[in-house]
């Protein structure tokens, strides 16, 4: 085609005129032509966010209870159901008998081991110079060590603040008083949570599933059930091996004749609950009350608990959890940290369960979309017979 054809000036016309709109559509517009109604509706958007968002901050300590309360209810739930089967298909007489006997038996436990460690602590500051003296006099498995580190003159010098520090651990009634009435309202409060999700979770479930769209019911109530089953299934079976390595702890300090074993070996059950580092804080107080038992004892316990982590990590972890949901290592550091920083103490203790959980559900909703993007061929008109298994 020749320069200056008709259809280069029918072309060229419409190009200018496209590329002179376009120009005109990244002018940015004046505040003046902006409509007051998209003005109101930002304002409005921005105002909502920062009130939920100072709301959620002022209910932090409620959405945490509420949160610890619905993992106790998803790991209660198997139970609840087999009593349920038990006392007649009465929801409410069998989810009173789980959670009291639970409760019961977890004070039990505080107690075992609150109690024993409060009194060693009053005692160990009350006695702490008259031990310190006979240490250094070489009396003792760390008499050399106090000597070497001066302890004994730091004692002689500051013996009115630790006697100090010994009365008020004892006499302070107020600070205790209100310690453990916070503790009481945070129990109770969780205690009547879990008890409602659990005598009521046929009524939230189906209030729940109702606003779910009917195609995907199946889907979700499938994947509800993989997700609780993930989170009591992990949840049972750490405690078991909590129970285990107690046990172990148990007998191993008492045969060595360590002074308060049992407390020692509920620290150990405790703490094997943590992930990743847990097992090894316990361990590692155990080998030290045995050092300062004696140094035999300390390099037989020593030797046990690192022999009994192999087997725990080899033989009696796998066994006890083989059906629960693998995660990655990084998932478990990452959410353990953040399960600290969002709910303290109980965050880390339920931090894998629930990346667990989250894995099932992201898991499922991938193989979802997947299924939902498949295409048959336009020449299939009818189901395929594909063969039973």
Known sequence: MSPGSDSERLVLPGYLETAAEREHRNRPTPWSQVPWRTIVGTVGVVLATYIVCVLILATVRIIAWVAVAGFFAIVLAPLVHRVQGRVGDRRTVATAIVVFSTLLSLLGVIALFIIPVRTQAISILTDLPGTVNEAAQGKGPVGNLVKKLHIQSFVRDNQAKL????????DSALDTATTVLSGALAFVTITLITFLFLSQSAAMGRAMIGVIPVRRRISVKRVAVEAAGAVSGYVIGNLLVS???GVAAFVCLMSLGIA????????????????????????AVCVLAAFLHSPTAGIVSLIFFVVYQQVENGLIYPWIMARKVNVNPL???????????LFG????????????????????????????QLVLPDNVSQPLDLPVQ
Request: a positive charge.
């Open 345 to 372: 103490i109980l965050g880390a203790l339920l931090a894998v369960p629930a990346s667990g959980a989250l894995q099932v559900i992201v898991k499922a909703a991938r193989q979802e979309y997947k299924r939902e």
């Open 243 to 245: 129970l285990v390595a």
């Open 331 to 341: 998932v478990v550091l990452l959410s353990v940290l953040v399960g600290v920083e």
């Open 163 to 170: 006697a100090s520090a010994a009365k008020r651990l004892n």
């Open 260 to 283: 308060n074993s049992i407390v020692l070996a509920l620290f150990v059950a405790f703490a094997d609950l943590i992930p990743l580092v847990g097992a090894t804080i316990g361990a």
